[in-house]
């Protein structure tokens, strides 16, 4: 009964952020997506009212995230033909620079911040610092996925804590990007963008209305009379899912085996989701290896993935614990401002300087990244280059394919957390300054190559 009620709390949350969305222009202008709005207004809710929902309702929804996590990363590569390694570095490498640049970038300015200013000045954890990488570049989605490492090294105060930076994060990359949007439109940098007074009104509430504007779902790959095709997709996510646990519990195993006297243990508290993302790749290889990877189609696996994004985001905003954040609002506030800033400096300086073609496009849709989650990229992208006239969908999409199984919730975000708790943050701090190091150096190689060519 309680994962009904559940269920039914998320849908209606959800259901009122699109009502909401679809009726107030200035959430059509803010261009917030209706995930974000119903989170807050189940937020709002909970707080006004907090003896009309259960405790024990609040507690199935808040680890409701823990579990979404593992479905958006057992899909992420479902249905994905991968192309020729030198295809994909020689549009996307310069993308990826700028991407592993930003990232990295909120580990050095996180660290560096949590550990010599804002732990003298408040007293708050080193670990505080991961927090700008984690609910930024990663999302609600890798807060809620490393909800267990929080548990596990003692720190539940994270996890309202970088639901608060996500959050922060996805509202701020969406304002700041059509700000940076228009701008950009007014200094010619992009000639493609719909201002919003001249969308028409259905546009403007997210809906589609002609018949032949209505994009296609996903293709059914098999009959309806052996199995659902939506079931046969959600069978393999599970599959994939399956295959990261077995890889978790067999690397706690191996390492009790290889280090049995040790006293913190790195896979005790290492989260399931970047693994999943492995089972999936590995399906995804068998499949294609045994030439059946036309059963999988890309459509579909995009809309479970979409799906659970969204109920993910109510979810994860609906429950944000406020107490602790207002524990801690000035130290997230300079946080938040402080990886804002730096986002929109090296969108403004770096990548005029980095791409040789439609610079702006290109950048925009990394700088929705860095701060939302890749669809927030991909909505600021659509919004400067709706008919994907330049190669700015093509290199990000490229870029994704060896940026995302490492950061943004890949296996360095993942890891990187681990090891503040466990080797300390100056380790992790010092080391993250290596790799931006490296990355910035690539990029002025970059930078050099396009002038000389």
């Given at each position: 009964m309680d994962?009904?009620?559940?269920?039914?709390?998320?849908?209606?949350?959800l259901?009122?952020?699109?009502?909401?969305r679809?009726?107030?222009?200035?959430?059509?202008?803010?261009?917030?997506?209706?995930?974000?709005?119903?989170?807050?207004?189940?937020l709002?809710i909970?707080?006004?009212?907090?003896?009309l929902?259960?405790?024990?309702?609040?507690?199935?929804?808040?680890?409701?995230?823990?579990?979404?996590?593992?479905?958006?990363?057992?899909?992420?590569?479902?249905?994905v033909?991968?192309?020729k390694?030198?295809?994909?570095?020689?549009?996307?490498?310069?993308?990826?620079?700028f991407?592993?640049?930003?990232?990295w970038?909120?580990?050095?300015?996180?660290?560096?911040?949590?550990?010599?200013?804002?732990?003298?000045?408040?007293?708050?954890?080193?670990?505080?610092?991961?927090?700008?990488?984690?609910?930024?570049?990663?999302g609600?989605?890798?807060?809620?996925?490393?909800?267990?490492?929080f548990?596990?090294?003692?720190?539940?105060?994270?996890?309202?804590?970088g639901y608060?930076?996500?959050?922060?994060?996805?509202?701020?990359?969406?304002?700041l990007?059509?700000?940076?949007?228009?701008?950009?439109?007014?200094?010619?940098?992009?000639?493609q963008?719909?201002?919003?007074?001249?969308?028409?009104?259905?546009?403007?509430?997210?809906i589609y209305?002609?018949?032949?504007?209505?994009?296609?779902?996903?293709?059914q790959?098999?009959?309806?009379?052996?199995i659902?095709?939506?079931a046969?997709?959600?069978?393999?996510?599970?599959?994939?899912?399956?295959?990261?646990?077995?890889?978790?519990?067999?690397?706690?195993q191996?390492?009790?085996?290889?280090?049995p006297?040790?006293?913190?243990?790195?896979?005790?508290?290492?989260?399931?989701?970047?693994?999943?993302?492995?089972?999936?790749?590995?399906?995804?290889?068998?499949?294609?290896?045994?030439?059946?990877?036309?059963?999988?189609?890309?459509?579909?696996?995009?809309?479970?993935?979409?799906?659970?994004?969204d109920?993910?985001?109510?979810?994860?905003?609906?429950?944000?614990?406020?107490?602790?954040?207002?524990?801690?609002?000035?130290?997230?506030l300079?946080l938040?401002?402080?990886?804002?800033?730096?986002?929109?400096?090296?969108?403004?300086?770096?990548?005029?300087?980095l791409?040789?073609?439609?610079?702006?496009e290109?950048?925009?849709?990394?700088?929705?990244q860095?701060?939302?989650?890749?669809?927030?990229?991909?909505l600021?992208?659509?919004t400067?280059?709706?008919?994907?006239r330049?190669?700015?969908?093509?290199?990000?999409?490229y870029?994704?394919?060896?940026?995302?199984?490492?950061m943004?919730?890949?296996?360095?975000?993942?890891l990187?957390?681990?090891?503040?708790?466990?080797i300390?943050?100056?380790?992790?701090?010092?080391?993250s300054?290596?790799?931006?190091?490296?990355?910035?150096?690539?990029a002025?190689?970059?930078?050099?190559?396009?002038?000389?060519?």
């Open positions: 994962a009904v009620l559940v269920f039914c709390l998320l849908s209606l949350f259901a009122a952020g699109k009502i909401l679809a009726g107030i222009p200035l959430l059509q202008r803010l261009y917030l997506p209706s995930s974000v709005i119903g989170g807050l207004a189940g709002l909970l707080q006004l009212f907090p003896n929902i259960p405790s024990d309702i609040r507690q199935h929804m808040s680890r409701l995230p823990g579990f979404l996590i593992n479905i958006i990363f057992a899909s992420l590569f479902l249905g033909t991968t192309p390694i030198r295809t994909v570095l020689s549009l996307a490498f310069p993308q990826l620079c991407g592993q640049i930003l990232a970038g909120q580990y050095v300015l996180g660290l560096g911040l949590a550990g010599f200013v804002l732990n003298p000045l408040f007293g708050i954890e080193p670990a505080f610092g991961n927090l700008l990488e984690i609910g930024f570049e990663g609600h989605g890798t807060v809620g996925g490393m909800t267990q490492v548990e596990a090294y003692h720190w539940s105060e994270g996890i309202a804590l608060t930076v996500a959050t922060a994060g996805m509202i701020l990359a969406i304002i990007g059509m700000i940076l949007v228009n701008w950009a439109h007014r200094r010619g940098h992009v000639r963008v719909v201002p919003f007074e001249q969308q028409d009104r259905l546009h403007r509430m997210g209305h002609r018949q032949e504007e209505k994009p296609s779902a996903g293709r790959t098999v009959l309806c009379d052996s659902d095709s939506l046969w997709h959600i069978a393999l996510v599970g599959l994939a899912v399956a295959i990261g646990y077995l890889l978790l519990t067999l690397f706690r191996a390492e009790i085996l290889l280090l006297q040790a006293d913190r243990r790195l896979f005790s508290g290492f989260p399931l989701f970047p693994l999943c993302m492995i089972g999936g790749l590995l399906i995804q290889k068998g499949m294609h290896r045994i030439r059946l990877d036309y059963l999988i189609d890309q459509g579909q696996m995009r809309r479970l993935a979409g799906a659970a994004l109920f993910l985001v109510v979810s994860a905003i609906a429950t944000i614990r406020i107490e602790v954040v207002m524990r801690h609002w000035a130290a997230l300079i938040i401002l402080c990886g804002a800033v730096q986002a929109v400096l090296l969108v403004l300086f770096l990548a005029p300087r791409f040789r073609t439609c610079w702006f290109r950048a925009i849709a990394d700088f929705g860095a701060l939302g989650v890749t669809a927030t990229g991909l600021l992208l659509r400067v280059d709706p008919e994907n330049t190669e700015a969908a093509s290199a990000f999409g870029k994704q394919l060896l940026h995302e199984p490492f943004g919730g890949g296996l360095c975000t993942a990187a957390l681990t090891l503040v708790f466990t300390g943050w100056r380790s992790v701090f010092f080391a300054c290596v790799f931006l190091l490296i990355w910035i150096a690539a002025v190689i970059v930078i050099r190559s396009g002038r000389k060519s």
